[in-house]
């Protein structure tokens, strides 16, 4: 496989064309266009070129032309191109360089100046590129842990009560929409999207002061006394304390709004709920939201002292005031999300968090102006809404996610119940499920020639899941980024018994 960098010289003089690459020397590996047109077939063709040297008087389409193009389809921050031309007038290279070249180089060529030119711009990208990788997989693997904290909080929670274990993420999921729709109709709440992503994430604190609270009160199947009452709504109270003694610094904006959400979840717009009977505006919007998501929730989830109520019902004894007054508008929010609340109900909707969560931490991090912005916050987006949509589209599967970069596994059922979890690059994945050589040899011959164009392989194996060996159909898709040259970045996929 060539190993050398690619470098697309854009001129319809073969002669120019010929002259460049005998200065530059066989340390590259060459593509050649005759005009715009073509030069932009090639780049299609050719994902990953590392520089272009672009004329700008060509047939059919121009340099220029060209530029406008990359910048149209924002090429042009992944491809560095250098403007090679017999033109030195101000203006041609002030427009050059607005259209977003690194360099010019006029003719005649000097030799020493071409390969000196061509050596910085690509070595300038490679380490850009490098640093780029670097806080990619930096920014994936905090959003990964993310995800395992929130879920070990679930099953801890789960573990010591009767609620669903899928409550907290529930919240979360819900607390988001809610927010977004509340932004969108209203300007009473002006919020940024770090503001979202961080009453989103607080939210997953709201009941943990529920450990706190005896098992026999939590558990408890019929209805609770007077005095197990009071203690159980001492757990707003406890989960407040509990963020308090952690010794956080206390003008951290996380830890201030999971305080507000652990203290006042329970208060209500008409002043009548607790701990400290807040009314209306009092009550912090973050509060408010998870208030009446968690009510939502409440009512759709079975207890062991309650059956489930369906959707419709649920939403209408809230809009009713059957379960304590709330916000107006958070009630219109209500009313209008209830069908994407439906979905949530019917696991048919996915939580959509890995796209908010780095899209805001992409965007921090690349703020900085210092920091090359090669397209890196889209990338990262693309990666993970790509990876949202298949599990959408495969849901009610079993299913399989792999992080290449951090080595990080789960296999879930259809239920979503975590099988196996493991962060470990080396872990044997088929060999803990019991999967034969011959078919290990396969996968991973298939796996080495999927590629950006072709990521998808399906296989049928025989394994032993859950404790029943019998055939499945294996089906794997590859994910794949332009920030990482060496191979795909993770792997999602799913697999069904053969009937």
């Known amino acids: ?94 427009k050059a360089y607005e259209l977003g070249i690194t360099d010019y180089i006029t003719r005649p060529f000097d030799s020493v100046i071409v390969k000196k030119r061509v050596q910085n711009t690509l070595g300038l990208y490679m380490k850009q590129k490098h640093l780029i990788n670097v806080v990619y997989d930096q920014v994936y693997e905090k959003e990964e842990n993310n995800n395992i904290m929130i879920r070990i909080l679930s099953n801890v929670l789960g573990s010591r009560n009767s609620e669903s274990r899928e409550h907290i993420l529930h919240i979360k999921t819900a607390t988001e929409m809610m927010l977004r729709q509340l932004v969108k109709i209203t300007d009473a709440y002006p919020m940024t999207e770090a503001d979202i992503s961080l009453i989103t994430t607080a939210s997953s604190l709201h009941d943990i002061g529920k450990i706190r609270i005896p098992k026999e009160i939590l558990n408890k199947p019929g209805r609770l006394t007077d005095e197990e009452f009071r203690i159980m709504k001492t757990h707003s109270e406890l989960g407040a304390d509990m963020i308090q003694d952690m010794h956080f610094p206390k003008d951290n904006s996380l830890v201030h709004v999971s305080w507000e959400i652990c203290r006042w979840h329970h208060e209500r717009w008409d002043g009548k709920g607790y701990p400290d009977g807040l009314k209306g505006e009092e009550i912090p919007i973050s509060a408010q939201v998870v208030s009446i998501v968690d009510v939502y929730d409440a009512l759709t989830s079975e207890r062991c002292y309650k059956k489930a109520f369906d959707h419709d019902t649920a939403i209408q004894m809230i809009l009713d005031g059957q379960c304590g007054q709330f916000n107006p508008i958070l009630l219109k929010c209500l009313k209008e999300l209830s069908l994407q609340l439906s979905k949530m109900l019917d696991k048919k909707m996915d939580d959509n968090s890995y796209y908010r969560e780095v899209q805001r931490l992409s965007n921090e991090i690349l703020s900085d102006r210092s920091l090359p912005n090669l397209n890196y916050s889209q990338n990262v987006v693309k990666v993970m809404q790509e990876k949202i949509d298949f599990f959408k589209a495969n849901s009610g599967r079993s299913s399989i996610d792999y992080n290449a970069i951090s080595g990080q596994m789960i296999i879930s059922n259809g239920k979503q119940q975590i099988l196996c979890q493991r962060n470990n690059p080396n872990f044997n994945l088929f060999k803990e499920f019991g999967v034969n050589e011959e078919d290990v040899q396969h996968i991973q011959v298939l796996l080495h020639q999927t590629s950006v164009q072709n990521k998808e392989i399906s296989v049928q194996i025989k394994a032993k899941v859950e404790n029943v060996r019998q055939m499945y159909k294996l089906k794997l898709h590859t994910l794949w980024s332009p920030l990482k040259k060496d191979g795909y970045i993770g792997i999602v996929g799913y697999f069904d018994t053969v009937k």
């Not at 004329?55 to 560095?80: A, H, R, Y």
């Open 1 to 94: 496989m060539d190993k050398r960098q690619k470098i697309l010289i854009v001129d319809d003089s073969e002669f120019n064309r010929d002259m460049l690459k005998e200065i530059l020397g066989e340390t590259y590996n060459y593509l050649e266009a005759e005009n715009g047109s073509q030069a932009i077939q090639i780049m299609g063709e050719n994902p990953g070129t590392n520089l272009m040297l672009l004329d700008i008087n060509m047939p059919q389409m121009n340099g220029f032309e060209v530029l406008k193009w990359m910048n149209q389809s924002q090429c042009m921050d992944e491809t560095p191109v250098i403007m090679i031309s017999s033109e030195d007038a101000v203006d041609t290279m002030r």
